[in-house]
């Protein structure tokens, strides 16, 4: 066989959106944690990188902790992890710190952990390693974990594609209103856009809905929308 090949063996099982996030117990940049419950409560952005010092890698921490202050006052916490060790991920986040400026960020401290996962025992339970891609490197995977410590997203980008942040945290804040409001966020949603209500689940309410005076707007009766003021929306997710 080719050694470039995959077999049923490389290939490991990954939660599937709506599980319990797995646990684990990991050695990070700012200690040991236990995941998912030292977080419970709060959302979590579990996310892996393929290495340390390299500059996809870097162009991307830089920006995740830049914008650390911005997830946290959406009740959001960070987490990052790469098959390395913590020496390498000490001696690369101090070289952020010292001696990169990318993008007119410079002088960027990563203030949240950095999991250390050399066995690759977190990336194999969270399926972080795609053999197609890489054995020995996680791809670009990102797990969004609710209060409650179910996964309620998943997005993974390959190598050499720098996640898009803006996508992350437009996500984070949609999620977040469809569970505190009862709705859908249609494509490209953002606060302010109008959302979906709940489709009608009966011929009668499928009437009504088409007939109906409320604030709805109807393209047809599975398809109503209707209008939700963005500061209400930022004011109920938003910390002060
Ligand atoms: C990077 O972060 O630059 C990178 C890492 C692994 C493969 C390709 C690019």
Same mark, same amino acid.
């Given at each position: !066989?080719?050694?470039?090949?995959?077999? %049923?063996?490389?290939? $490991?099982?990954?939660?599937?959106?709506?599980?319990?996030?797995?646990?684990?117990?990991?050695?990070?940049?700012?200690?040991?944690? @236990?995941?998912?419950?030292?977080?419970?409560?709060?959302?979590?952005?579990? $996310?892996?990188? %393929?290495?340390?010092?390299?500059? =996809?890698?870097?162009?991307?921490? /830089?920006?995740?902790?830049?914008?650390?202050?911005?997830?946290?006052?959406? @009740?959001?916490?960070?987490?990052?992890?790469?098959?390395?060790?913590?020496?390498?991920?000490?001696?690369?986040?101090?070289? *952020?710190?010292?001696? *990169?400026?990318?993008?007119?960020?410079?002088?960027?401290?990563?203030?949240? %952990?950095?999991?250390?996962?050399?066995? /690759?025992? =977190?990336? +194999?339970?969270?399926? /972080? *390693?795609?053999?197609?891609?890489?054995?020995?490197?996680?791809?670009?995977?990102?797990?969004?974990?609710?209060?409650?410590?179910?996964?309620?997203?998943? *997005?993974?980008?390959?190598?050499?594609?720098?996640?898009?942040?803006?996508?992350?945290?437009?996500?984070?804040?949609? !999620?977040?209103?469809?569970?505190?409001?009862?709705?859908?966020?249609?494509?490209?949603?953002?606060?302010?856009?109008?959302?979906?209500?709940? %489709?009608?689940?009966?011929?009668? =309410?499928?009437?009504?809905?088409?007939?109906?005076?409320?604030?709805?707007?109807?393209?047809?009766?599975?398809?109503?929308?209707?209008?939700?003021?963005?500061?209400?929306?930022?004011?109920?997710?938003? +910390?002060?």
């Amino acid at each position: !066989m080719n050694t470039l090949e995959t077999t %049923p063996q490389d290939t $490991f099982a990954m939660p599937r959106i709506g599980d319990k996030a797995p646990e684990f117990t990991a050695v990070t940049t700012q200690g040991n944690i @236990n995941y998912p419950s030292d977080y419970k409560g709060k959302w979590s952005i579990l $996310f892996s990188h %393929p290495a340390d010092f390299t500059p =996809v890698c870097t162009s991307e921490f /830089m920006t995740f902790a830049h914008l650390e202050e911005k997830f946290a006052k959406a @009740n959001c916490s960070l987490i990052g992890l790469s098959i390395d060790g913590l020496y390498s991920h000490i001696a690369w986040l101090r070289t *952020i710190k010292d001696k *990169i400026e990318f993008n007119g960020m410079k002088n960027i401290e990563v203030k949240f %952990p950095l999991i250390e996962d050399i066995s /690759m025992e =977190v990336a +194999k339970k969270y399926g /972080m *390693i795609q053999p197609g891609e890489s054995k020995t490197q996680a791809v670009r995977a990102v797990f969004f974990v609710d209060p409650n410590e179910t996964v309620r997203a998943i *997005i993974y980008y390959p190598l050499s594609l720098g996640r898009n942040f803006d996508e992350l945290y437009r996500a984070l804040i949609a !999620m977040q209103t469809s569970d505190k409001f009862n709705v859908a966020t249609p494509a490209d949603w953002n606060p302010g856009d109008d959302v979906i209500v709940s %489709p009608a689940g009966s011929c009668g =309410v499928a009437e009504e809905r088409m007939t109906s005076t409320e604030d709805l707007d109807c393209k047809d009766w599975f398809f109503c929308t209707k209008k939700l003021d963005k500061d209400l929306v930022l004011d109920a997710i938003l +910390k002060k």
